[in-house]
Nanobody
Framework: QVQLVESGGGLVQAGGSLRLSCELS????????MGWFRQAPEKEREFVAS????????YEADSVKGRFTISRDNAKNTVYLQMNSLKPEDTAVYYC???????????????????WGQGTQVNVAS
């Protein structure tokens, strides 16, 4: 059974940085494409970034492009989301997700993922 555990959330001032981590256990990490989503109160879950199984095809949503970077370390079974120049509107619960895949297809929809973490809260103060 795949388990995903996120960490790295917290409170930061606007303009600051955080790095989220998500460790996968239970299966071979390199079998999975990984994604990050976020959900703010009373809003729908929003795609943030995704990366293919090898890490050769990272993709960030337009809303975060140039500020956030997704990466992965297959030796550590971990995907990262480096968040710079944070804004108050980035405040949300951030979720990582996994989809079993050996292709380079970029998954941007929640239903395309098979497993989800419990989420980590990010609060950006103005």
């Amino acid at each position: 059974q795949v388990q995903l555990v996120e960490s790295g959330g917290g409170l930061v001032q606007a303009g600051g940085s955080l790095r989220l981590s998500c460790e996968l256990s239970g299966r071979t990490f390199s079998w999975y494409a990984m994604g990050w989503f976020r959900q703010a109160p009373e809003k729908e879950r929003e795609f943030v970034a995704s990366i293919n199984w090898s890490g050769s095809t990272p993709y960030e949503a337009d809303s975060v492009k140039g500020r956030f970077t997704i990466s992965r370390d297959n030796a550590k079974n971990t995907v990262y989301l480096q968040m710079n120049s944070l804004k108050p509107e980035d405040t949300a619960v951030y979720y990582c997700a996994a989809a079993e895949s050996s292709t380079d297809y970029i998954r941007r929809r929640a239903y395309e993922y098979d497993y989800w973490g419990q989420g980590t809260q990010v609060n950006v103060a103005s």
